[in-house]
């Protein structure tokens, strides 16, 4: 498959190109870096599952045409538990990293001054 997907000169060496594997791949770690915000990059180790959602992502780049729909529904798939492991959903196991959180610890309430009380509005009451 890799030889079909890469081999795209005018002549057909019947070799796999590493430079269109290294692009697919390229193009697949930026995709799977813009999800994981919510953890320091890069990461010191490389999580099986971030590991089977790049490969599907770099195998759906290296078609030029539409792809059959098993590798079409492997992309959709990995870009839907990126969501997920950027929404929370999914929890990457970091080795003890924890993702970077908002800062926040709960609900902020401020007061201020009521605008319309009965000094301010002579004239209406």
């Given at each position: 498959?890799?030889?079909?997907?890469?081999?795209?000169?005018?002549?057909?060496?019947?070799?796999?190109?590493?430079?269109?594997?290294?692009?697919?791949?390229?193009?697949?770690?930026?995709?799977?870096?813009?999800?994981?915000?919510?953890?320091?990059?890069?990461?010191?180790?490389?999580?099986?599952?971030?590991?089977?959602?790049?490969?599907?992502?770099?195998?759906?780049?290296?078609?030029?045409?539409?792809?059959?729909?098993?590798?079409?529904?492997?992309?959709?798939?990995?870009?839907k538990?990126?969501?997920?492991?950027?929404?929370?959903?999914?929890?990457?196991?970091?080795?003890?990293?924890?993702?970077?959180?908002?800062?926040?610890?709960?609900v902020?309430i401020?007061?201020?001054?009521?605008?319309?009380?009965?000094?301010?509005?002579?004239?209406?009451?």
């Open positions: 498959m890799l030889i079909r997907l890469t081999d795209r000169g005018e002549v057909a060496t019947e070799t796999i190109d590493t430079d269109v594997i290294d692009r697919a791949l390229a193009d697949a770690d930026a995709v799977i870096n813009g999800y994981l915000g919510r953890y320091a990059l890069p990461l010191a180790a490389t999580p099986p599952l971030i590991a089977d959602l790049a490969q599907a992502i770099a195998i759906w780049k290296l078609h030029v045409y539409e792809p059959d729909p098993k590798i079409k529904a492997d992309y959709d798939q990995a870009l538990s990126l969501a997920q492991i950027s929404s929370g959903v999914i929890q990457l196991d970091l080795d003890g990293a924890e993702p970077e959180g908002a800062g926040g610890t709960g902020e401020t007061d201020r001054d009521r605008p319309l009380t009965e000094a301010t509005m002579k004239g209406f009451i």
